[in-house]
């Protein structure tokens, strides 16, 4: 690849130039980390009360209840209980995971990894952020309009979001704050494809870059592909409540011709299932390189790490009829799509069987966010299997609706992408904001969410395969559901002893960014990428040089290493021979 | 040693747009896509077609307007390959207006589509004119933005535009003018003709 020229930034000197009209990637990641964990406690919040509502249906949420359900007396009426599963799943989803891990993350790791100064278009990464953050206040203020939120499920079903299923603004409000989100995530996308592409370091090949610049580039390659296709949906849905089009009504509801709901249900889904990798790849990406980094190993098959994470990223995009089995499709395709479905494990396999070979007879370094990268290995395990069952026809005609559904993913999209974001947190910290945490506390509350998360979701798999529904608001009036109280509550306790194992996080994190005093060294965590060689916190114009790269980023424990250290910088060239 | 420095800003500069035009075209591609996707479900599915015994609709207006859009597209594509001189300052103008002039020409018929009673609850197929004809409008207004920051981008530097960088601005300007025009060709081909 050609070296480029980049220009240096200028220090930006006012307060709304340096942090909210900033053009620094870095800056702009953090405005959005903070935006990602702000959702992320709003969501957090609603999670509580549905699970209060399952375990102790008609009893008061405690402590707020009062003051947010006045008129029931602090009980979470029915409706707003709809509106809670809806507003948590796309708030979790669109606000809180994707801001983190791809708007944070995205825009702090790339160019600091591939030994850029910034971006490529500075002016349109602002406002990506900015069109985000007007989409996250038309989403909180639909919390707001007579009627409620929107509640037809995050997945927006018609008739469920139609005029027919939820009238008032609510719906509506949801539908635009999601095809304003989407403009900003594909503008994102444009900025990522195009910054790898051309902005590479001088001497770093694809297969030089660290993995999670690959994890997060195949992602913006899904949401510049996919989102759109989300975004038509919801401009017809859109167009179906406000302006009266008929795209998504069935039957006597549309007054000639015929519409059909279950197009949506197909445009969502052609969306949707690339949008659970968008979520989990970068999650993937940072928890090969730390498990590499903390294991003081070589990525084990870095190469085919990458290759398979694309292979994942290809398939996924021809498998969405999985969610749709239900639907009355042909046998024949959901059979195509089962057949497609199973072959995403093989890839799979390959790259879960590598994770475990890079830390196999690591000498590994137990901090907090090898902690959490294992974590992930665990969960995702977990999570990928109980994929199986769901991806055959058979057993999802039964497990199809049930919270087993929401278990698995819940185990895939929520403790993994967590888990992942946290390690992530921890592990850049010292880059982002020149502090480390405190690895105790980092620790002690990697060991409640990770006891706590697992308590949620394993509750959720077995009530699941007993055969509770989601989405019920009480399902214990159904006989058959009654023996279900006691898992329920186990499954409650859980989400509140994670919940409030959150509180450590955020003390811990504050305290890191605004009052420690003690300055973390250039590199903490002796590893060897890019980002690591330049002052921490990373100065606004990333590299005084541009530098050159002359080695692999995982190059740990190699025996043609030169400097008597365990890793090598990928500025330094590995002995000869 | 100058030419060198300069010949490798523009090989950057063209790298750069091209590969940010295409992720983006993509993207807009993908959204008109979808409402295919949509048509094409609708089609295959429906007895009859327009469905529920209603008329077609009477192509005037839809065939102006195709006419107006493929000049202006001409017109674009003379001015790129004209190298954004100042004579060809007309062309850029008659590319303008009758940008201005499809737009004009879409709210035409919309009207028409009123007077004859189609209105967008009469059913799936006046909800697909109306609402593909909106969003391809949308983005020919987007469109239309951009021509007039070309309009400032070209009288700014006099005509001249000497630098890559400037000139990747401009042709992607028009590659997504040519882009629109070929849209509404699909739409005017699957909506009103076939």
């Not at chain 1, 007007?134 to 009627?147: E, K, N, T």
Request: hydrophobic letters at 50%; proline letters at 5%.
């Amino acid at each position: 690849m050609a070296f480029f020229e980049q220009n240096i930034h200028h220090p930006p000197k006012t307060f709304l130039s340096k942090y909210i009209f900033s053009y620094d990637h870095k800056v702009i990641g953090k405005q959005f980390l903070w935006y990602g964990i702000f959702f992320l406690l709003v969501g957090g919040l609603m999670a509580l009360m549905i699970r209060w509502a399952l375990a102790y249906p008609g009893e008061p949420f405690p402590v707020i209840g009062q003051f947010l359900f006045p008129t029931s007396n602090g009980v979470i009426p029915p409706d707003t209980y709809a509106m809670l599963f809806t507003m948590h799943g796309t708030i979790m989803i669109f606000y809180a995971i994707t801001p983190i891990l791809i708007g944070a993350f995205g825009n702090f790791c790339i160019p600091l990894m591939i030994g850029a100064r910034d971006m490529v278009f500075p002016l349109l990464n602002m406002l990506s952020f900015h069109i985000a953050a007007v989409s996250g206040f038309i989403l909180l203020a639909s919390l707001f309009v007579p009627l409620g939120a929107a509640a037809g499920g995050w997945t927006s079903y018609p008739t469920l979001s139609t005029l027919i299923g939820s009238p008032g603004t609510g719906q509506t409000l949801w539908s635009l704050a999601i095809f304003v989100l989407g403009v900003s995530s594909t503008m994102g996308a444009i900025n990522y494809i195009t910054t790898i592409i051309t902005l590479r370091a001088p001497g770093m090949g694809y297969f030089d870059m660290p993995l999670t610049v690959w994890g997060l580039g195949l992602t913006a390659v899904l949401n510049a592909i996919f989102l759109p296709v989300l975004g038509a949906g919801v401009l017809l849905l859109i167009f179906d409540r406000v302006f009266g089009t008929t795209f998504f009504l069935a039957g006597a509801a549309a007054t000639t011709g015929t519409g059909d709901p279950v197009l949506f249900q197909h445009v969502f889904w052609i969306f949707g299932h690339p949008e659970v990798y968008i979520l989990i790849l970068p999650a993937w990406g940072v928890v090969s390189d730390l498990l590499s980094f903390f294991a003081r190993k070589p990525a084990f098959g870095a190469k085919a790490t990458a290759l398979s994470m694309t292979t994942i990223t290809i398939l996924s995009t021809l498998v969405y009829g999985h969610h749709m089995f239900t639907t009355q499709m042909s046998p024949l395709l959901t059979q195509t799509f089962m057949t497609l479905t199973m072959t995403i494990s093989i890839p799979s396999a390959i790259f879960f069987a590598n994770w475990l070979g890079t830390i196999w007879k690591g000498s590994i370094r137990f901090t907090s966010p090898m902690l959490f990268s294992m974590g992930v290995v665990f969960v995702f395990g977990l999570g990928g299997l109980t994929g199986l069952y769901l991806g055959t026809v058979t057993t999802d005609l039964y497990l199809h609706d049930t919270y087993f559904v929401v278990g698995h993913f819940h185990y895939t999209m929520a403790a993994s992408v967590l888990l992942g974001s946290f390690a992530a947190v921890y592990f850049w910290m010292p880059k982002m904001f020149g502090t480390m945490m405190c690895e105790f506390w980092a620790k002690v509350h990697f060991w409640i969410t990770m006891l706590g998360l697992n308590g949620v979701f394993m509750g959720m798999l077995f009530m699941g395969y007993a055969g509770m529904h989601r989405r019920l608001y009480n399902p214990f009036v159904y006989d058959f559901l009654n023996k279900l109280v006691p898992i329920n509550e186990f499954t409650t306790i859980s989400a509140i002893v994670m919940g409030f194992a959150q509180i450590i996080f955020v003390v811990n994190f504050v305290h890191a960014v605004f009052f420690k005093k003690e300055k973390a060294s250039d590199n903490p965590w002796e590893v060897g990428t890019l980002e690591w060689t330049i002052p921490s916190p990373a100065p606004n114009y990333n590299f005084k040089e541009i530098p050159v790269v002359k080695c692999g980023p995982h190059e740990l424990g190699n025996p043609a290493l030169t400097n008597g250290r365990d890793f090598q910088y990928q500025t330094e060239e590995l002995a000869r021979g | 040693m100058e030419t060198a420095v300069n010949n490798k800003i523009n090989h950057q500069a063209e790298l750069q747009g091209s590969v940010a035009l295409i992720v983006a075209l993509v993207s807009f591609s993908m959204l008109f896509a979808t409402l295919f996707l949509g048509y094409s479900v609708f089609r295959l599915t429906s007895d009859m077609w327009p469905p529920a015994g209603m008329a077609r609709i009477p192509l005037t207006i839809p065939t102006l307007s195709t006419v107006i859009v493929l000049v202006s597209s001409a017109f674009a594509w003379i001015l790129e390959k004209s190298g954004y001189e100042r004579k060809s300052m007309s062309f850029y103008f008659i590319s303008f207006f009758t940008g201005i002039g499809f737009v004009v020409c879409q709210f035409y018929l919309w009207n028409m589509l009123k007077t004859i009673g189609v209105f967008t609850n009469s059913g799936i197929y006046p909800s697909m004119i109306y609402a593909f004809t909106w969003i391809h409008t949308a983005h020919m207004v987007l469109g239309l933005i951009a021509f007039i920051y070309l309009g400032f981008l070209l009288f700014k530097n006099n005509w001249i535009l000497d630098d890559s960088i400037k000139l990747q601005k401009a042709n992607s300007v028009l590659r997504f003018w040519h882009f629109l025009a070929v849209i509404w060709l699909m739409m005017y081909a699957l909506l009103f003709v076939l």
